[in-house]
């Protein structure tokens, strides 16, 4: 009889078991310091197997980087309910958000620390997701004005359109971009304190966000004193 041949594993299947090596040690040792070999090693895989997959080591990090991306940008996405009131859709996505980042540290240190130190090419893959990211909160400020407005004193006597976003358009667009930007450094030192929950993370931010954007809706934004102006 002939030698038994061993199962092939699929290509699909072995490029993810690589890509999960990598991303466990590119997040814990940085790119600078990772080697092939350990990923190789850890992957249980041959050193020259993975330059035939992934061709190189910059190869390899780009695609940890649109890997990691793409699920945190679905994790937050899917996290959502549409059919529910505005601050739950914003809760909803920062615990999302908060979730995954805790769940997958390694990925995160990828994305938040190693992608965007190490060249304008890593940086500009980790840029585009943010971007995407930046994108949906916007929509969810937007949303929440939108709601907000026909409960604002004097909306209709003043002849405003219920149906247009109460805050202006520059305006909600820094907002989203405050809270993403609050969300990355917030997650980063969640996932280095010891005791810090992911949901404890969502509703410090949350409390932080929503009572400042309440006011906003509502008519009453912060401005400062005559005497500072």
């Known amino acids: 009889m002939g030698a038994v041949k061993t199962k092939r594993m699929p290509r699909a299947v072995r490029e993810q078991q690589m890509l999960d090596a990598a ?7 940085g790119y600078m310091a990772a ?19 992934l061709n190189s080591k ?7 980087i649109r890997r990691e991306a ?25 615990q999302a958000f908060f979730a995954h980042t805790a769940e997958h ?8 620390l190693q992608a965007r130190t190490h060249g304008e090419p890593f940086a500009a893959e980790v ?8 994108a949906f909160a916007t929509r969810l400020i937007a949303i929440a004005a939108r709601e907000a407005l026909p409960r604002t004193l004097g909306c209709a006597r003043a002849g405003r359109d219920p149906h247009d976003p109460d805050l202006p358009e520059r305006e909600v667009a820094g907002l989203a971009e405050a809270l993403v930007g609050a969300a990355e450094s917030l997650a980063a030192w ?6 810090v929950t992911a949901r404890q ?17 509502r008519g009453r934004p912060w401005t400062p004193s005559a005497e500072e102006v």
């Not at 991303?23 to 040792?29: H, K, L, M, S, T």
């Not at 840029?127 to 930046?134: G, K, L, Q, S």
């Not at 993370?201 to 006011?215: E, I, K, P, R, V």
């Open 127 to 134: 840029a585009a997701m943010r971007e995407e990211i930046v």
């Open 70 to 94: 793409a699920a945190l940008t679905e994790a937050v996405r899917t996290g959502v309910r549409t059919d529910l009131p505005a601050d739950r859709r914003l809760w909803d996505g920062l």
């Open 58 to 64: 910059e190869d390899l990090f780009t695609a940890c």
């Open 190 to 195: 969640a996932n280095t304190t010891p005791g």
């Open 105 to 112: 540290p390694d990925a995160w240190s990828v994305l938040h």
């Open 35 to 53: 080697s092939m070999d350990e990923i190789a090693e850890l992957a249980g895989v041959s050193k020259p197997l993975v330059y035939l997959y």
């Open 23 to 29: 991303v466990q040690i590119f997040g814990r040792r």
């Open 201 to 217: 993370a969502a509703a410090t931010l949350m409390n932080f966000a929503w009572a400042g954007l309440g006011n906003l809706m």
